[in-house]
């Protein structure tokens, strides 16, 4: 490995007046073309490469007039004397063959945090949504709250969103950009938020996951405390004694939010009541939302907005009608009769919660669970017990076996076996194994009618179902 051309967030900073001509290398990932468009509104001149091309992200690069190239057909050392910088996406192995092409080149490379955080989000405000769940979601929120407040925030979220693109560059002040604990290049063996200019930051949760990058909670927990010293306010979720932990030791500039200061009032289909205590003030809000866990990524939103000085009342206007992204509660169609919601739930916590939102919104339904333990953690034996508490809420559930090992570090495999068996007996509950999308496609079909609901729960492909012609006739 040879890191002579490497730059980092403070490198480029210092050679920003330098830079106008940018290559992104395996641009179709989501963060990396996302942070390619914003580059390319920020005035860039913006390019890249991939093997592969589809949409949505093929078709916004497209639309973004962004010039790509098939790798297949493509000499990188074209690439010399043509630009200044070369953005590296983290699907590079660090072993790889190409990771070896580009650093010959001689041309200064660096990770995709880097490049927004120093080329973009040093400018601006820049609010950083973290945690183990609902970072897309408290994201999108931010975003749809400060837009219906006339405030035009840029952003960059990682997923489809409805009639929006995945990122928006703007002269607003305001930028939410979803922060996650992933490492950010082969190079750069930390959080992509590390790199973030994270001004305020927003953790919703905390608890173990990304098993194939961290071998235990502390090492996640080590990557918050490298960047809280620098971020003026804190707005952590108290229910989390992870969180706790790291705030008692580096408690300055927090406001923290939880089950202690956010009462839900009143809950139904229609939407929630709900009281925040911030300040030792209360303040009464309504929304569409509904579930426990979208009140409290919700209400990180509004302390925010109220810590700026933004009135209750047109808080209120602003959350009236808000959406989930996609792939959060989405109802995709109905078969004879029955609704079928897709859901990016995998994680047990995750999974629990989204039933009991569900729940909440269909009352007289009869929830079918479809979960495919897709993540790598997820798919390890880490979870094993704790996914049958987490579905004790369904009516049925079939188990989902996306038939990949597990790249969990220090772990083995999921036992699908043996959790459909103790489904079975520790819950007295029908639980079922599905191994082929017909299977599936077979098991929703005949678990449709108009007393049930099938909410089918995976952050992969789900056996393909998604792109299925089953799905497309719904």
Avoid at 430 to 436: K, V
Wanted: proline share 2%.
């Amino acid at each position: 490995m040879n890191l002579e051309n490497y730059l980092n967030y403070e490198n480029i900073k210092k050679n920003k007046s330098t830079i106008k001509r940018i290559f992104f290398y395996r641009i179709c990932g989501t963060g990396m073309g996302s942070s390619a468009c914003l580059l390319k509104s920020a005035g860039y001149e913006v390019s890249g490469a991939d093997k592969m091309f589809y949409p949505p992200m093929s078709t916004y690069l497209e639309e973004s007039k962004i010039e790509v190239h098939r790798l297949d057909d493509f000499e990188l050392e074209s690439l010399k004397g043509e630009v200044d910088l070369i953005v590296v996406g983290n699907v590079v192995s660090g072993k790889s063959d190409e990771a070896r092409e580009i650093e010959k080149l001689g041309i200064p490379f660096c990770s995709f945090p880097a490049a927004i955080g120093a080329l973009i989000l040093d400018q601006k405000k820049v609010i950083g949504l973290a945690g183990t769940h609902g970072k897309t979601t408290t994201t999108y929120l931010g975003i749809q709250v400060f837009e219906n407040l006339k405030l035009n925030p840029s952003y960059l979220v990682g997923a489809v969103l409805d009639n929006m693109p995945s990122a928006l560059m703007t002269d607003s002040e305001y930028f939410f950009i979803e922060s996650d604990e992933y490492d950010s290049a082969y190079f750069e063996k930390f959080s992509k938020f590390r790199s973030y200019s994270v001004d305020h930051l927003v953790l919703t949760s905390l608890e173990f996951d990304h098993a194939d990058i961290f071998e235990t909670l502390e090492d996640i927990k080590d990557e918050f405390r490298a960047i809280i010293p620098n971020v003026k306010q804190n707005i952590v979720c108290s229910d989390w004694d992870s969180i706790i932990d790291i705030y008692d030791h580096m408690g300055e500039n927090v406001d923290f939010y939880g089950e202690k200061n956010v009462l839900i009032k009143e809950a139904n289909k229609n939407g929630t009541s709900f009281e925040v205590t911030f300040n030792n003030s209360k303040y009464d809000f309504h929304t569409n939302l509904i579930g426990k866990h979208n009140i409290l990524n919700l209400s990180a939103i509004l302390i925010f907005a109220l810590s700026e000085g933004i009135k209750k009342e047109e808080l209120n206007e602003a959350i009236k009608n808000l959406k989930l992204a996609k792939r959060r509660q989405e109802e995709v169609g109905s078969y004879n009769g029955a609704v079928i919601i897709d859901d990016f739930a995998h994680h047990p916590t995750a999974v629990e919660e989204t039933i009991a939102a569900i729940k909440i919104k269909y009352p007289d339904k009869k929830i079918n669970v479809f979960l495919e333990p897709g993540s790598a953690t997820a798919r390890s034996d880490i979870f094993q017990d704790r996914f049958i508490s987490s579905l004790r809420e369904a009516f049925k559930v079939w188990i989902i076996n996306p038939s990949k090992k597990t790249t969990a570090i220090g772990h083995g495999d999921l036992d699908f076996n043996q959790l459909v068996k103790n489904l079975k007996s520790d819950s007295s509950k029908e639980a079922y194994l599905i191994t082929e999308l017909d299977e599936l496609i077979d098991e929703i079909k005949s678990n449709s009618n108009d007393q049930s609901l099938n909410l089918v729960m995976s952050n992969s492909t789900c056996l393909g179902l998604w792109s299925s012609d089953f799905v497309k006739s719904l």
